[in-house]
């Protein structure tokens, strides 16, 4: 495992995007996990669009049939993946365009620009999170956002912080040490992708701490999906 | 949340000023986030919000030292708004646990070492 990696310096993120008044997290951490896993099957960075997950994805939860995605009312990535796979995959977001309500389905089947292979779950273990990552590209996790209303920079490590998931966000990388401006310590952490735009947080970006001694700090390893997608020449 | 053993002591006069200039603070981030309310009342119910999420960012800045806390484009809304209107993850870890257990869709363990 390489001590610091970062999916942005690979050129397999897109830009930061903001989801609105609209509980649609799940959809941006879903399209962002796609659109890594389709710059490594296709060599393209397409920007794929969420509004199409919030119009036409309402799969149910096999496990659980009343969870299903919502649109602005919430929704679950693995879900997303299950209903790309089987609505055929995503169209981009120039064809799809965000609207940040939830409106009738207006998917095309012809502009599809990217297509789900197969997606997996990652055991809540920070060596496989690393290892999926380097491997499969970014990825699509849960959190529990309490300390992200008030955050402004700097390594993330609250002390106390619940594990129930409320957030989705997507996992682009890691740090080996990132400086803590008032703790004068180093901590490795991992690199967040958030959905709220680029005023808010590090330009967008999240950072929380991660290794043995904080392990699944906030509940950040305890949902984590990895998905691959259809090579296309 | 009590306390922490270890507290990191930010300037106290730091902490009063946010207090004495909390109607400052609000009108430079009603500015700066382009913020507007229907009427007064509006506007006041959301300074008093305001208020009470200075105190949350200083709670948030004892418990988390190794980040930065303090007042972002959220800092109007309410806890219970801000997850309503800005997160949407459906379900608990819980149930997720349950859906993948022996699931079909469990990652296989990856080499780590070398």
């Known amino acids: 495992l390489p001590t610091e990696f970062d999916w942005r310096e690979h050129g397999a993120v897109g830009p930061v995007k903001d989801q609105g008044s609209c509980g649609s997290c799940w959809s941006f951490s879903t399209s962002g996990a796609l659109e890594g896993a389709n710059y490594l099957a296709t060599g393209k960075l397409e920007v794929l669009s969420e509004q199409q997950l919030v119009d036409c994805d309402h799969e149910c939860d096999p496990s659980e049939p009343r969870a299903c995605d919502a649109g602005c009312n919430g929704g679950l990535m693995t879900t997303a993946f299950s209903y790309l796979a089987k609505a055929g995959g995503l169209e981009t977001e120039k064809d799809y365009p965000y609207t940040g309500r939830n409106s009738a389905c207006k998917f095309d089947k012809s502009k599809i620009a990217a297509q789900v292979k197969n997606f997996s779950t990652v055991a809540i273990d920070e060596d496989q999170i690393a290892a999926n990552l380097v491997k499969h590209g970014p990825l699509a996790i849960g959190i529990n956002a309490v300390f992200m209303q008030t955050y402004i920079g700097g390594v993330s490590c609250p002390y106390i912080c619940g594990r129930h998931l409320d957030h989705g966000v997507l996992l682009v990388g890691y740090g080996s040490a990132g400086y803590a401006p008032l703790r004068f310590k180093e901590k490795p952490y991992w690199i967040i992708k958030n959905s709220w735009g680029e005023n808010w947080g590090e330009s967008g970006y999240y950072k929380i701490c991660r290794g043995p001694h904080v392990k699944n700090k906030c509940g950040v390893d305890s949902m984590v999906s990895t998905v691959t997608a259809i090579h296309t020449s | ?114």
Do not use: C, W
């Open chain 2, 1 to 114: 949340l009590e306390d922490p053993l270890i507290e990191q002591v930010v300037g106290g006069d730091a902490e009063n000023e946010l207090e004495l200039n909390a109607e400052a603070h609000f009108a430079s981030f009603v500015r700066r986030f382009g913020k507007s309310y229907r009427d007064a009342d509006e506007h006041a119910h959301r300074l008093s919000v305001f208020r009470d999420n200075l105190r949350r960012a200083r709670r948030h800045q004892r418990l988390d030292p190794s980040a930065v806390h303090g007042i972002t484009k959220f800092s109007d809304l309410t806890p219970d708004e801000f997850r309503e209107r800005f997160l949407g993850l459906r379900k608990s870890r819980r149930s997720f646990l349950k859906g993948i257990s022996g699931s079909a869709h469990d990652a296989p363990a990856l080499p780590t070492d070398g």
